[in-house]
């Protein structure tokens, strides 16, 4: 579905993606991990085309994606960080907002509250602004925004930010859940070790731009990469050190 060949991209004199390389299967569900800094967001901004690589392709359904651009924009939903809803709209009018482009407000608006059921909010939710949710009905609603026009390919950046382990379980219960029930694929970019259990079908590793280690999460476990077992199992590494005075 999704092909990513010698992605590099910096800022400045700072290196984020140094020749990445991944490959994505129709219908699986990859979740990205690695540090604060190690380049997550800005290999899903290139895909996104918010980010213009310095070198390197992106190829969807086998061919470059730069030339489809616009229907890959078709074909995708994206749940962002920190569900980044329109505070000046209705919940609804937030999850029909590419809908209202097409289809009749009527029929936007029962598409919206239909996908609101199905990720456990009410009808009553629909007619409410975002600053009247609480954080975990805000993300929620964020990922019925994304899934409201039945996409082949769904983002998730970072999606139990913010949230406590309870509320994160229930939003990686929901992933999964609407990944298999849709076939859609699906990239996450997380730190979240949770998630990555949950959510994945394959986990892939980023470390100082590349991707370091993809496997299954049973490989993930079993793997003896020092820096993969490391950041799975939260153990501290020894810090470099600089130069006196």
């Not at 690695?34 to 290999?43: A, D």
């Not at 986990?203 to 799975?232: C, H, K, N």
Request: charged residues 25%; glycine residues 10%; contains cysteine.
């Amino acid at each position: 579905m999704l092909a990513v060949r010698g992605l590099s991209k910096s800022f400045g004199a700072k290196r984020v993606l140094d020749g990445a390389d991944l490959d994505l299967a129709m219908g699986e569900s990859l979740v990205v991990i690695g540090g604060s800094g190690t380049g997550k967001s800005v290999l899903l901004r290139c895909i996104l085309g918010l980010e213009t690589p310095d070198a390197g392709e992106i190829l969807w359904r086998g061919r470059p994606l730069a030339g489809q651009r616009a229907a890959f924009m078709d074909h995708f939903g994206m749940l962002f960080q920190n569900a980044a809803l329109f505070d000046s709209l209705p919940v609804w009018r937030n999850v029909a907002f590419r809908l209202l482009r097409t289809q009749p407000k009527a029929r936007a608006r029962a598409i919206a509250i239909e996908k609101l059921a199905r990720v456990g909010l009410g009808p009553e939710v629909a007619d409410l602004y975002p600053a009247e949710l609480s954080g975990g009905m805000r993300k929620r609603a964020g990922l019925a925004r994304a899934i409201a026009a039945d996409p082949k390919v769904i983002f998730f950046d970072e999606p139990t930010t913010g949230l406590d382990p309870i509320r994160a379980a229930t939003i990686n219960t929901l992933i999964r859940g609407i990944v298999d029930e849709t076939g859609a694929t699906a990239i996450t970019i997380t730190h979240d070790m949770s998630s990555a259990r949950s959510i994945a079908d394959r986990v892939a590793l980023l470390d100082r731009g590349r991707l370091r280690w993809q496997g299954s999460v049973a490989e993930m476990d079993a793997a003896e990469d020092d820096y993969l077992r490391d950041f799975v199992t939260g153990r501290a590494r020894p810090m470099a050190r600089g130069p006196q005075g």
